[in-house]
C-alpha cells in the first residue's frame, strides 16, 4: 500500500490503547487491546502506551496502572480530573483530542463499548481522522500501515480499511474478539501525566442518576461456557422452546441471530453476532443458523461449535467443527433427551463425590 | 420546537446473498427500507412534536413551531425512503444528494450531513433536537450521529432510549441512556443530537390524511452546490480519511467439519451419536459445565 501520509502526519509513532474504566475497575476489552496493541506495537518497532482517565485519587490512576503495565504497556499517558468522575463526552473527548494533538500516536484502539464508540466517534471527527469500527483483525501491513478488517454489507463479506491520509489510525474492537493476554508481574513504569484545560461551566451535560441493570433476568451470554443459538431455520418462534429445553438442560444459556431479533421473536441481549454479543463458550450449538459472517465473527471464538441446518452448503459448516445435516426443530428435542439420559448419570456421580467429601 | 431525523435507505440485510463464485453482493431484487434503527428516531421525533406542539402554540404564541424535519443523503432513489418518512407524519423531507457525495465514509457523510442540517436551520428555524438512529443496518458504524454533533459542535447523547423531559425555558432535555450496566440519566442542554436505541416505541401507521400530503408535498432536493461550501474536497471519496482496500469472503476453517447425519439415520440415533461426540472430544466439557447441578 502506498502511503501518501502529509507531511504533518509523518512524526506519529506509536500504539496507544484506551483503558476504559468501569467503576475503576478495568474493562476486560481494554486488557484484550493491549495484547492486541502490544502485537502490532512490536511489528512497527513501537511502544505501547495506555490512556487512562479518571477522577482524581491521590495515588495516580489506582489498579488501572498496574493493569496496563502488567498486560504489556510500556507506558500510560494519564490524566485526572473530577470533571471525569462520571463518563461524559465533552470532556473525555477533550481530554483525549488533546493528549492525541501532543503526543502524536500512529494508531489508537478504543473497546467498541457504548463509552467506546461514544467517545471514538467524536475524537475521529475532531482529529478528521479515519476510524474503523468493530474490527475483526488488526495487522500491519508491509509499509507499517494499519490493515483493519471488519464485516461489511450486513454481513455478509469482510472488508480490510486503511487510513492512508490522517493520523492516527483508530480503530474500535468489540468485547471478547481478541484472546485475553497472559499478565506478568511488572513494577509500574512510566507515567505521564496531563492536565484537563476544562471548565464544569463549559459542559452541557449533568449526570443525573445510574440505575445498575436488575441481572438476574438477563442472560449473561458473553460469559456463559454453553451456548445454544438459533436462527430463522428454527421455523417458527414457537420451536424456540426446544432452544431453550436443550439449553437448561445442559446448562447454557440461549442465544439468537438478528432477524429473530427483528421479528421479535427473542430480545436483543440474546443476540450473538457483530452487532450483538460476542461469544466464547466452550460449547455453542447453532441451531437453524446460516452463519452470516456478522454472526460468525460473534461465535468462533468458541471451543467447540456443533452447527445444525438443514442446508448442507450453508456457510455455518465452514466455520463449524461438527455439522449435522438435519432440521433443528426435530433433532434438538431429541438432543434434549440425548443429553438429560446422560445427565441424572452425571449427577449421581456429583452426589456420590459429595459424600464423599463429608465422610 | 423543530425536530431534524437524519434516516437513511438501507438494502434490507436479511435478504442480501453473495454470489458463491465471485463474491459480490447480490443486489438484485433485494428490497430497500428505512433503516430500522431510524424509525424509533423518527417516533421519538414525532412524539415529542404532538406532544409539546400545543404547549409552544400556548405558551410561545406561535403555532408555526413544532416540525419535523427529515434528512437523508443517498442517491436520488432515497426519496422513497423520505416519501414513507412524510406518509408516517413527518412535515418536511430534505434530499441531499450529488454524485460528489459518492464513496463518502463516515467522516464524509457527517460532514456533508452537517452541512445540510445547518442549511435546515437557516432555512426553517434551528433545530432544538436532532435524532439519527443508534447504527445503520448496512454500515453497523455508530459513527455518523456522533460525527454530525461533532461537525454542528452540538452535545452528543448515543443510545438513548427515552426522552423524559424537556425545559423549553431552560433549553434542557432529560434522557435515559442505556449503558452496559444499566441506566444513565442525563440532562443536557439543547440543541443537542441524540441517537435513538431500539425497541421502545413503535413507529405510527400513518393516516390517510399524511398519505395524501405525503404524495402531494415536495422534497427539497440539495447538491454539492446548495450547502454553500467552498471546499469541496471535503466531501465524498476526497474528503474520506478511510479507504476500503479489499472485500473478501472469509476463509473457511481449514479443517473441514465432522459431519454426522445422514439420511437414513434417525434423528434420535444422530442424537445420541452427537452427545457421545462431545462426551468422547471434550472430556474437560463435559465435566465442567454439562454437569452443572441444577440443569
Known amino acids: 500500500m502506498m502511503m501518501k501520509l502529509p507531511t504533518q502526519f509523518q512524526d506519529h509513532r506509536h500504539v496507544w490503547v484506551y483503558i476504559e474504566l468501569e467503576e475503576s475497575q478495568v474493562n476486560p476489552v481494554s486488557i484484550e487491546l493491549l495484547g492486541e496493541g502490544r502485537k502490532l506495537a512490536d511489528k512497527l518497532g513501537a511502544q505501547l502506551a495506555g490512556v487512562v482517565m479518571g477522577p482524581p485519587k491521590g495515588g495516580g490512576g489506582g489498579p488501572a496502572l498496574e493493569e496496563a503495565f502488567a498486560y504489556g504497556a510500556d507506558l500510560v499517558y494519564l490524566v485526572e480530573s473530577q470533571l471525569l468522575t462520571n463518563y461524559r463526552n465533552e470532556p473525555y473527548t477533550k481530554a483525549l483530542t488533546d493528549l492525541v494533538t501532543i503526543h502524536k500516536p500512529e494508531i489508537l484502539l478504543l473497546g467498541a463499548t457504548t463509552l467506546g464508540r461514544d467517545l471514538a466517534g467524536s475524537v475521529a471527527t475532531s482529529l478528521k481522522t479515519g476510524l474503523t469500527a468493530d474490527c475483526t483483525e488488526l495487522n500491519i501491513d508491509s509499509d507499517g500501515s494499519l490493515a483493519a478488517t471488519r464485516p461489511t454489507f450486513g454481513g455478509s463479506l469482510l472488508c480490510t480499511i486503511y487510513t492512508l491520509s490522517s493520523r492516527p489510525q483508530m480503530a474500535t474492537v468489540r468485547p471478547r474478539v481478541m484472546s485475553m493476554p497472559e499478565r506478568q508481574t511488572k513494577p509500574v513504569g512510566r507515567i505521564i501525566r496531563h492536565e484537563l484545560t476544562m471548565v464544569e461551566e463549559e459542559i452541557a451535560t449533568k449526570v443525573i442518576g445510574f440505575l445498575a441493570d436488575n441481572r438476574s433476568d438477563r442472560p449473561d451470554l458473553a460469559k456463559a461456557d454453553v451456548v445454544v443459538g438459533c436462527g430463522l431455520g428454527i421455523g417458527a418462534a414457537i420451536n424456540l422452546k426446544h432452544v431453550g429445553a436443550l439449553a437448561r438442560t445442559i446448562g447454557g444459556e440461549m442465544g439468537c441471530t438478528r432477524p429473530l431479533v427483528q421479528k421479535g421473536w427473542a430480545s436483543s441481549f440474546r443476540q450473538i453476532g457483530q452487532t450483538g454479543v460476542t461469544i466464547r463458550p466452550k460449547l455453542y450449538i447453532a441451531a437453524g443458523i446460516s452463519g452470516a459472517v456478522q454472526h460468525r465473527v460473534g461465535a468462533e471464538g468458541a471451543d467447540l461449535i456443533i452447527a445444525i441446518n438443514n442446508d448442507p452448503h450453508a456457510p455455518i459448516f465452514d466455520f463449524a467443527h461438527v455439522g449435522v445435516v438435519a432440521d433443528a426443530h426435530r433433532l434438538l428435542p431429541a438432543l434434549t433427551k440425548a443429553f438429560s439420559r446422560l445427565m441424572p448419570l452425571r449427577e449421581r456421580q456429583l452426589c456420590e463425590l459429595r459424600v464423599k467429601a463429608y465422610e | ?295
Request: glycine share 8%.
Open chain 2, 1 to 295: 420546537m423543530h425536530i431534524v431525523v437524519c434516516i437513511k435507505q438501507v438494502p434490507d440485510s436479511t435478504q442480501i446473498r453473495v454470489h458463491p463464485v465471485t463474491n459480490t453482493i447480490m443486489r438484485q431484487g433485494v428490497p430497500t427500507i428505512i433503516n430500522p434503527y431510524d424509525l424509533f428516531a423518527l417516533e421519538e421525533a414525532l412524539r415529542l412534536r404532538d406532544l409539546f406542539a400545543l404547549e409552544e402554540a400556548r405558551w410561545l404564541r406561535d403555532p408555526s413551531r413544532g416540525k419535523v424535519t427529515v434528512v437523508t443523503m443517498g442517491p436520488p432513489m432515497a426519496a422513497q425512503a423520505l416519501r414513507k418518512a412524510l406518509t408516517y407524519g413527518a412535515d418536511r423531507a430534505v434530499l441531499v444528494t450529488d454524485r460528489r457525495f459518492a464513496g463518502s465514509d463516515t467522516l464524509a457523510t457527517s460532514f456533508a450531513l452537517s452541512c445540510a442540517i445547518a442549511k435546515i436551520g437557516e432555512r426553517f428555524g434551528p433545530p432544538d433536537i436532532i435524532f439519527t438512529g443508534k447504527q445503520t443496518i448496512d454500515g453497523d458504524t455508530a459513527q455518523v450521529g456522533p460525527g454530525i454533533a461533532k461537525c454542528l459542535n452540538i452535545q452528543q447523547l448515543t443510545y438513548i432510549k427515552r426522552v423524559t423531559r424537556i425545559d423549553h425555558l431552560r433549553r434542557s432535555i432529560d434522557v435515559e441512556r442505556c449503558l452496559e450496566g444499566g441506566t444513565q440519566f442525563i440532562e443536557s442542554k439543547m440543541p443537542c443530537l441524540i441517537t435513538m436505541l431500539d425497541g421502545l416505541n413503535t413507529i405510527r401507521r400513518g393516516s390517510i390524511d399524511e398519505s395524501l400530503r405525503a404524495a402531494r408535498s415536495s422534497i427539497l432536493t440539495w447538491g454539492v452546490a446548495d450547502l454553500g461550501v467552498r471546499d469541496v474536497d471535503k466531501f465524498g471519496l476526497k474528503g474520506s480519511p478511510t479507504v476500503v482496500k479489499r472485500v473478501f469472503a472469509p476463509a473457511p476453517r481449514a479443517q473441514k467439519s465432522v459431519q454426522l447425519g445422514t439420511a437414513n439415520k434417525t434423528v434420535r440415533h444422530v442424537a445420541d451419536e452427537l452427545v457421545a461426540w462431545i462426551s468422547s472430544h471434550q472430556p474437560k466439557l463435559a465435566d465442567g459445565p454439562l454437569s452443572k447441578p441444577g440443569a
